[in-house]
């Protein structure tokens, strides 16, 4: 049977904040081509929505981690598959579609500071404040949400619930 949801951030909320989120990235991120990366499979929904409010010249790409088993992180991040262009001299915004623990964001940036990108940025929909300080390492967050498990709009449960436009977590 389907598990009862319960919405926490309505697409109406969620619309009008990747607006704004757009309007100070296009604002603060100075002139010059931007290439937008976006952490699969979580944050393709975002990013669609983001790239289509974003003014400037950009081009997209993806990089691919996992480190979650069903619904539980392992603690061990292992890069699927990496860019496929050179960053070096870019404006990069990495995309996310939510920082937790922060195991990911840190390996992802690791990463991308050794490809010498001219600026480094991190745009995550939602964080969960689990007590690390991984908070200071978003640039443009959209919301800050409780410690549950949160599906919906990207975000997936064992691969289910990515295409609900609404971010909501299982009633208890
Ligand atoms: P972290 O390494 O613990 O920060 O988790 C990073 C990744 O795990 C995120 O990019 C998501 O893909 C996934 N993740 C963490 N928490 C959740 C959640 O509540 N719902 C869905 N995915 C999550
Ligand atoms: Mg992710």
Redesign the pocket.
Known sequence: MPREIEVLLSKEQIDARVAELALRIDAECGDGEMVVVG?LK??FIFMADLVRHLKRQLTCDFIRVS??DK?R?TGI?RMEFDLTQPVGGKNVLLV??????????RHLLKHLETKRPASLKVCSLLF?D?GTD?RKLIDYLGFE?PR????GYG???DGLYRSLPYVGAFKE
């Open positions: 952490v979580g944050s480190s979650y619904d992180s991040v996310e579609d939510i920082v937790d623990t922060g195991t990911t964001l969960k689990m991984s949400v549950r498990y949160v599906i975000l997936d449960s």
